[in-house]
């Protein structure tokens, strides 16, 4: 059991990213968490970074564009004209709550506004009004965006390509039946822990909270949450987490996972791995790629294919 036990320590204190500091410290209190947007599947790369106003998130115009959508903006008026694939158009004007779609007047929770040469809108309004779904994820404040035609994939990610399957399992939005653990901490940055040649099942961690996530019939279940304490004792769990401490036997697939790990505001993403795993030899390597461009490329391929 100590065996165990210590190796999960160390898994999570090199592969997890924690760099020295305690997961209760790694975080700052804030509400200015980073949003990431996901259209029919995919990340959308952001040039403008996403902000809420009074409870709403606004996202540049241009965000929507591959779901179909087209906009033309009128520099005199301050006017973008958003069109969908159906016919449907929608104007909405800078700093006016008033918008209108098809010619009637609709009243907005927050306005249009300008950010670094930009037009952002709510996209939950816009989204909806041109007849999209929006779903907010809470755990990684992740906005899935899905088209009235899309279907996901009904089954689980084909495991033969690794890299293919894991980027299609952090693409699903996470569901969960019970309270999740939520403290008003900033995610601070976005990690993940995937067992060994497998794409099926994840550890999502974001500086304090850690969420085990299964892939079952094309849909990211959360199975458990829980936060460190000292010597590795949970102080807060949820879900599934029946034990005290790491050496729990939900985190027993992730025992000598593969970590990806994103440097917070850079393009640099850091890989954990264990070499040899399967045996007594097993050492923990990293290498580091600065590939990043969007939320899916945090998922890299290992070396070995582990």
Do not use: C
Not at 1 to 10: F, G, Q, T
Not at 182 to 196: A, L
């Amino acid at each position: 059991m100590k065996k165990k036990l210590s190796a999960i320590v160390l898994l999570f204190s090199l592969g997890l990213g924690l760099l020295g500091a305690s997961p209760i410290n790694a975080a700052k209190t804030s509400n200015n968490n980073s949003y990431e947007i996901n259209l029919d599947g995919a990340f959308i790369p952001l040039d403008v970074q996403p902000f809420v106003s009074h409870s709403s998130l606004l996202i540049p115009i241009r965000t929507l564009s591959p779901l179909g959508l087209s906009y033309s903006w009128n520099a005199a008026s301050q006017t973008v004209t958003i069109k969908n694939p159906a016919g449907d158009v929608l104007t909405v004007t800078l700093n006016n709550k008033i918008a209108s779609k098809n010619g009637k007047s609709i009243e907005m929770a927050v306005p249009a506004q300008s950010k670094n040469g930009r037009v952002l809108v709510p996209i939950r309004f816009v989204s909806e009004s041109m007849g999209y779904e929006v779903q907010h994820e809470s755990i990684r404040d992740i906005i899935f965006v899905r088209s009235p035609d899309y279907a996901s994939n009904p089954g689980n990610p084909d495991q033969s390509d690794l890299v293919a399957a894991r980027r299609a399992a952090i693409s699903l939005p996470i569901t969960t039946d019970f309270k999740i653990l939520d403290f008003g901490r900033t995610k601070h940055y976005h990690s993940y822990t995937f067992p060994v040649g497998r794409a099926d099942m994840y550890e999502f961690f974001d500086s304090y909270i850690y969420t085990i996530v299964k892939i079952e019939d094309g849909k990211a279940i959360a199975i458990g949450q829980y936060t460190i304490g000292d010597r590795s004792n949970f102080s807060h769990k949820a879900g599934n987490i029946t034990g005290k401490n790491t050496s729990d036997p939900v985190l027993e697939p992730l025992l000598f996972g593969v970590n990806f790990y994103r440097h917070p505001n850079t393009s640099i993403i850091e890989i954990s791995y264990w070499e040899d795993p399967e045996t007594e030899h097993r050492s923990m390597k990293s290498i580091t790629n600065s590939g990043y461009k969007v939320y899916s490329d945090i998922i890299q391929k290992v070396p070995n294919d582990l």
